[in-house]
């Protein structure tokens, strides 16, 4: 009997290839079973003829469970949004992530426990880190020592690239370069290393001569409420540091002169908090680092490095308040049209808490104008509102708008402990005097991470996201 190989050949490859079939068609016949954001058999079986509008609130109505998480996680309802605590976190992580690889900075996260391993010694140790904790002591134990070196690369070169700059100082800046690192991010000095000195000197130079012009000699009668006012506000600064004569004085010269210098909007109260990051931050470069502020006398600090730290305070403080001077011109209106942006923020991604805040008659300008108004610094630690002003001042141009979402992520932190308040004097209490305390730079990336985030959402979509009426 002959066989034809040909004939043999052909029939093995079509019986295979028939097989191959056989096997495709029944693997996707027997996996039947729901997979989360695949469309249910059941929901894909209706008929073709139904509306478009039906047919996709059928098809999303099958994939709704894409985004189910397990049953233990913890779930926050965002308007009709179901979104993870546990994501939300991780989102918040990974954008400070993001801007750290933007620069070549994919470094390991730190662990920052102050808990002690020795069981017998850990509350005692956990005890004296909280009273250190809440001192104005700027140590540098957590500084990423490969971050401080990109600092002070991109510093001394010749033509500073200062984009560069704000994408590195968006996450933090180290203790060792804040102060000439704000000076840049605040306009007042020039990106060429060569003409810094000069142009510093030079500026030094003109606010002797405006306390000359406008401090020492006699006030104009116009000028002497304004005077007087600042000179109320400048001793109820808690801080024993601004409690000093010496320190209360170059507070008063600093402010009275920038007042007298923007007649449109004058001083208004609370402007004395915005000046104290930027004191404190450019004091630093006269002290060793880790010095506790608290203890220290500033008249001990010589004449020269004292009008030189109170030079650069109002020239930065210039440079900064020029972004947002609506907010103190009359009856503040800048500021009162961004307390309603932030109310229809929080309507917009939290529709729970707003309706809660409502329903108890909490008005968002009760709250929330100091906010506005200082910056956050009121609510924050000092060490952590300087943090907080590392990234407003990498945002430049675009902090008035970035802080409005600072402010909306900070609310939202308290979410949960505002939901528990049932009355309008629980609620009010608890705005007022939020327990931050304890806050370190940690809560702070986390915070502006979260900004970042609702920024990306929110921003220039009016109408995304919208609670459903």
Same mark, same amino acid.
């Given at each position: ?233 400048? $001793? ?26 923007? $007649? ?12 104290? $990051? ?102 924050? $630690? ?88």
């Amino acid at each position: 009997m002959r066989l034809d190989i040909g004939k043999m050949g052909d029939h093995v490859q079509k019986y295979t290839s028939d097989n191959d079939m056989n096997l495709k068609n029944s693997f996707w016949k027997k996996n039947i079973r729901n997979l989360p954001g695949r469309a249910s058999p059941k929901k894909e079986s209706k008929s073709v003829s139904s509306s478009a509008s039906t047919s996709f609130d059928d098809f999303q109505e099958s994939v709704s469970d894409a985004w189910e998480i397990e049953a233990e996680d913890e779930i926050l309802r965002i308007s009709d949004v179901k979104i993870s605590k546990r994501v939300a976190h991780s989102a918040a992580v990974n954008v400070i992530n993001n801007h750290k690889a933007s620069i070549e900075e994919i470094h390991k996260s730190k662990n920052y426990s102050n808990s002690d391993p020795q069981g017998e010694s850990s509350s005692q140790t956990h005890k004296e880190s909280r009273h250190t904790e809440n001192r104005i002591n700027f140590s540098n134990s957590e500084v990423d020592t490969n971050k401080l070196t990109k600092f002070q690369v991109l510093l001394e070169s010749n033509l500073l690239q200062l984009d560069d700059l704000k994408k590195l100082s968006w996450s933090g800046v180290p203790v060792e370069v804040r102060p000439m690192t704000w000076r840049l991010l605040a306009g007042y000095l020039p990106t060429s290393s060569e003409r810094r000195q000069q142009a510093l000197d030079r500026k030094r130079i003109d606010y002797a001569k405006l306390v000359k012009q406008y401090y020492d000699t006699d006030k104009d009668e116009v000028y002497k409420d304004t005077y007087r006012q600042i000179h109320i506000d400048i $001793p109820r600064m808690s801080t024993p540091l601004f409690q000093q004569t010496t320190v209360q004085e170059m507070f008063e010269r600093i402010l009275f002169i920038w007042a007298i210098r923007h $007649p449109a909007s004058g001083y208004v109260q609370g402007m004395n908090d915005l000046v104290t $990051p930027f004191y404190v931050v450019f004091l630093q470069e006269y002290l060793p680092i880790g010095t506790d502020i608290e203890k220290l006398d500033v008249s001990s600090i010589s004449k020269k490095n004292r009008d030189s730290l109170e030079a650069d305070s109002f020239w930065c403080l210039s440079k900064f308040l020029d972004g947002i001077q609506d907010n103190y011109i009359f009856a503040q209106l800048g500021i009162q049209y961004k307390v309603n942006l932030l109310k229809e923020l929080i309507q917009r991604i939290d529709g729970t808490l707003h309706g809660h805040l409502m329903k108890h008659g909490i008005d968002y300008l009760q709250f929330s104008f100091r906010w506005m108004n200082n910056l956050l610094t009121r609510e924050l $630690p000092l060490r952590c509102s300087i943090r907080l002003w590392d990234t407003y001042l990498a945002e430049s141009d675009c902090f008035a708008t970035f802080q409005l979402y600072v402010c909306a992520a900070f609310l939202l932190h308290w979410r949960q402990e505002l939901l528990e308040e049932k009355d309008f004097q629980g609620l009010m209490i608890m705005l007022q005097n939020l327990q931050t305390q304890n806050w370190t730079d940690t809560d702070i990336s986390l915070l502006v991470a979260e900004a970042y985030r609702l920024q990306f959402i929110f921003a220039g979509a009016p109408n995304h996201l919208t609670t459903k009426r």
